[in-house]
């Protein structure tokens, strides 16, 4: 069956986009030139106050690392995203969207950029949410490796080689933000774009 191209585009660096689902659609986050993130938060289109939940979709998939047939649940247990295509296998879905105050306390930054959080919270303001709103992301290609022994995380660049993607089919209505990410750390201190195709 042929899917239908509703909406295609380019997160620029260090910006963010705000997408509409509906069931059943299917979106692709693309990494153009590789070792890129793309932080992304989801919200139920007739509920708001439901939103993607790191620790209710760990927890069902007993896994920290999601992939293909993995499902991204809400805070309520309901599923809103499932993952049916998966070329770098390889996420976060543990650290929270880098921040002003994070570029603070981790690069020591004066003047610091607002970040994934402000990037999503400015995409979702049209919204009526704010920051207070925005939950941990699902950190797409986002490479942390842990310390079996110790529990020590070190953030490393992504696996993600260029025109690398993954795939989510929606299982709700849903309204979703999405970032090319602005931490050096996640990206090698390159920061570079984001793709996106919503289809039908």
């Known amino acids: 069956m042929t899917k239908t191209t509703l909406i295609e585009g380019r ?4 910006s963010g986009v705000h997408l509409s689902l509906a069931k059943g ?12 993130v793309s932080d992304l938060i989801a919200y139920n289109a007739d509920d708001l106050s439901e939103y993607i939940s ?21 805070n309520r247990s309901n599923p809103m995203l499932t993952i049916i295509h998966d070329e770098v296998g390889r996420h976060d879905f543990t650290l929270t969207p880098c921040s002003a105050e994070m570029f603070r306390k981790l690069y020591s930054e004066d003047e610091p950029h607002r970040g994934c959080e402000g990037n999503l919270t400015a995409a979702v303001a049209p919204l009526g949410l704010s920051r ?12 942390v490796h842990v310390d079996s022994e110790t529990g020590k995380i070190e953030v490393r660049p992504p696996l993600s080689k260029p025109g690398d993607c993954i795939r989510f089919r929606a299982e709700m209505d849903l309204e979703i933000a999405l970032t090319a990410c602005s931490a050096g750390q996640s990206n090698n201190f390159r920061y570079k774009p984001i793709d996106y195709v919503v289809t039908r």
């Open 54 to 74: 790191s620790g209710r979709s760990i927890d069902y998939a007993s896994r920290m690392f999601l992939t293909v047939r993995d499902v991204v649940y809400s």
């Open 25 to 36: 659609d299917i979106l692709t986050v693309i990494d153009p030139e590789g070792e890129q």
């Open 11 to 14: 997160i620029q660096p260090r």
């Open 132 to 143: 207070d709103d925005v939950p941990v992301a699902f950190n797409i290609f986002m490479y």
